[in-house]
């Protein structure tokens, strides 16, 4: 049986890559969306492809421009088909600084990006799902929606409304067989995370009770349990090792 296919936000790298290599390997076609590393995107795509035997492309769309996104939305339909079973609202950004040091242009990504971006997202795909009767839609929220961390508010906030913003979406599309579900990440090792060093990592770690630091690996588990579950909708799952602090 086919698997259908599955769009991805801010695909080119890190967790979003991740999450588009999972679905592939899973058996869904990718499309992947990024905002402005062609190359990247294209080489996850090629790779994906080869490695998997799924479809891949890619897309260049700013998740925070409706327009942009209903493009995006065209180019599947016209490439893919109608068959769009998972959607992950992946694509963010963060600025960790003192609140009065933001400048407006910071602030105002941080919310159109992380939480506007997700609801244009489920605004621009749900329809598809909604017809199809079916769909499972996971959003990159964080562990910062969940608990406060220092010089990080106006994150904070985003990532919390896109968390209750899941919530309201999972009762109200519940009805056509959708589940709406949040992964929240800690810290998480990545091509460009690992770049902080050894010593940073390890103060990481002492964070977690366990005393270990969470990988993108551990992202792709949680994913593959929400997109194929039948039940799980509603929730957020903080993969952060159990740290309660930053």
């Known amino acids: 049986m086919e698997k259908g296919y ?3 936000t801010g695909a080119s790298r890190g967790i979003g890559k991740a999450c588009a290599e999972q679905l592939a390997k899973e058996g869904y076609d990718v499309l992947i969306n990024y905002s402005g590393n062609k190359e990247r995107a294209q080489e996850n795509a090629k790779n994906f492809s080869e490695k998997y035997g799924v479809k891949t492309a890619i897309f260049q769309a700013n998740v925070s421009d409706l327009e942009q996104v209903e493009k995006m939305r065209d180019f599947a339909i016209e490439n893919f088909g109608e068959d769009l079973r998972v959607l992950i ?17 910071e602030l105002l990504e941080m919310i159109n990006v992380d939480l506007v971006g997700t609801i244009y997202g ?3 795909f749900a329809p598809i799902m909604v017809k199809n009767k079916f769909g499972r839609i996971v959003s990159m929220a964080s562990t910062s929606g969940l608990r406060s961390t220092p010089n990080t508010a106006v994150y904070c906030a985003a990532k919390g409304g896109q968390i209750a ?3 309201g979406m999972a009762i109200d599309l519940g009805q056509y067989n959708i589940t709406c579900n949040c992964i929240c990440p800690g810290f998480i ?3 460009t995370s690992m770049n902080h060093g050894e010593e940073f990592f390890q103060r990481i770690a002492n964070l977690s009770p366990l005393k270990v630091v969470a990988d993108v690996g551990d992202i792709q588990e949680a994913l593959s349990y929400l997109i194929n ?6 929730q957020s799952i903080a993969v952060n090792c159990g740290t309660h602090s930053w």
């Not at 609202?89 to 242009?105: E, R, S």
């Open 89 to 105: 609202n992946n694509a963010g950004v963060g600025y960790v600084k003192p609140f009065f040091d933001l400048t407006q242009a």
């Open 6 to 8: 599955a769009v991805v």
């Open 189 to 191: 090792t990545t091509e």
């Open 165 to 167: 913003f899941n919530r």
């Open 122 to 124: 489920f605004r621009v």
């Open 229 to 234: 579950s039948d039940v799980m909708t509603g």
